[in-house]
């Protein structure tokens, strides 16, 4: 028997497992080079797609500058309804109404011009404004005492939906002095709305004044920090002279803070104009410390509040002024019944009432008071003060509280 050679056994062995890893690795690469065309193919597809579906991202990440527009706020139209109000409501209207787009106030050293004329420019009178008659009340007393109390509830109702605000409100029958507040001495920030009792008081200085008032008051650095919201700031440099009736105006038609200073100070200064103011009104003087919390809860001890109950008290002084001496505060009258700033109740009252008012605004605290006599079916006086998270939300606040007041002098003429 012959028996194989080991040696050759071996060599047979050796190619065989030699051929074998051959094949394993052939396999492999094979495997590898299939999945890497599987890959690059998927992934071009992937990445068409992702072209299609956001075209302006490709190449995002590898360019050398990126460019960013600015960002451009939508503009909604959505209109805001209430069943209790016989008007609507628009929300981006109310925007406008309340908080204009804030722009820097430059100092009047950079917007100095050397061609402006520092002279004063000529004012012009306003027609004077009068009182229409008033309607003949349909309504009985008693009616009247139930559709007020109607009114009361509405708001107080206005006021528990709406927690993240805090409400004050003051209503009165100018003619008959009938009034309904409800929390009316609260602690308010009045800013621009002060303009009326200020101007109150101006013009009672000078009562016996019928001819124009053209004293001249120079635009100087000597303000103090009031250059905040003011026209006069924005427009003019240091130098520009004013008729005091333009002042006068411009406190009241444009919530000018720098003219309204002027007025303060042509009074005899803050402590003596707030004197004079508390003569008629002073359950919260406007210069005392006063604490309060605001409608988020901060608490706040500072001067500069009042309260609806004396700014009703204001408007109820200017217009039996007006009734009983006219001259006295026609100009005033007129400023009010001429405001370039539009009224929330606007939206509230039928397009043709005629609506005097100033509307104080302090966007820092959130704070936004309307002060108006609407010659409507009568004369009536409403104080309206709302603290919100935004313009919109106190603007809306306004225009349907007042809307409540509307629909209530209403019922007691139709």
């Not at 924005?234 to 309204?260: C, H, P, Q, W």
């Not at 003569?279 to 609806?308: F, L, N």
């Amino acid at each position: 028997m012959v028996r194989p050679n080991p040696t050759f056994l071996k060599k047979a062995e050796g190619i065989k497992s030699s051929r074998k890893k051959r094949t394993i690795i052939i396999i492999l690469v094979l495997l590898a080079v299939t999945f890497m065309v599987v890959f690059v193919s998927s992934m071009a597809s992937a990445q068409d797609t992702y072209r299609q579906l956001y075209p302006n991202l490709i190449g995002a990440a590898t360019s050398t500058t990126t460019a960013y527009s600015a960002y451009q706020r939508p503009v909604h139209t959505t209109t805001e309804t209430t069943t209790e109000v016989t008007t609507t409501a628009t929300t981006t209207a109310l925007h406008a109404v309340l908080a204009a787009t804030p722009t820097p106030t430059p100092s009047p050293e950079e917007t100095a011009h050397t061609s402006q004329n520092n002279s004063p420019d000529p004012f012009t009178e306003d027609r004077d404004f009068s009182f229409q008659p008033m309607g003949i009340q349909t309504a009985t007393y008693q009616e009247r005492a139930v559709a007020l109390d109607e009114l009361k509830e509405r708001v107080i109702n206005y006021q528990k939906t709406h927690t993240d605000m805090r409400i004050c409100f003051e209503f009165i029958a100018l003619s008959s002095g009938e009034r309904l507040g409800i929390d009316e001495l609260d602690p308010i920030v009045p800013a621009g709305a002060m303009a009326i009792p200020f101007e109150i008081v101006y013009y009672d200085s000078i009562a016996g004044t019928t001819g124009p008032l053209s004293n001249v008051i120079v635009y100087d650095d000597n303000l103090n920090g009031a250059r905040n919201s003011s026209y006069i700031a924005r427009t003019y440099a240091f130098g520009k002279e004013f008729y005091m009736r333009t002042l006068l105006n411009y406190a009241i038609i444009r919530n000018d803070s720098v003219a309204l200073n002027y007025v303060i100070e042509e009074v005899g200064g803050l402590e003596e104009a707030v004197k004079k103011v508390n003569e008629i009104s002073g359950y919260i003087s406007y210069t005392d410390s006063v604490i309060y919390k605001d409608y988020r809860g901060y608490e706040y001890r500072a001067p500069g509040t009042v309260s609806c109950y004396d700014m009703g008290n204001y408007l109820s002084y200017l217009y039996h002024v007006f009734i009983n001496t006219p001259q006295v505060n026609q100009r005033l009258i007129n400023d009010m019944a001429h405001s370039e700033i539009e009224s929330p109740l606007s939206a509230a009252f039928p397009q043709d009432t005629r609506i005097l008012h100033v509307l104080g605004r302090n966007t820092g605290r959130g704070a936004y008071l309307e002060c108006a006599i609407v010659d409507y079916k009568e004369p009536i006086a409403l104080i309206i003060y709302v603290e919100a998270a935004s313009p919109d939300a106190a603007g809306t606040a306004i225009a349907t509280i007042g809307g409540y007041t509307q629909k209530f002098i209403e019922s007691c003429y139709s």
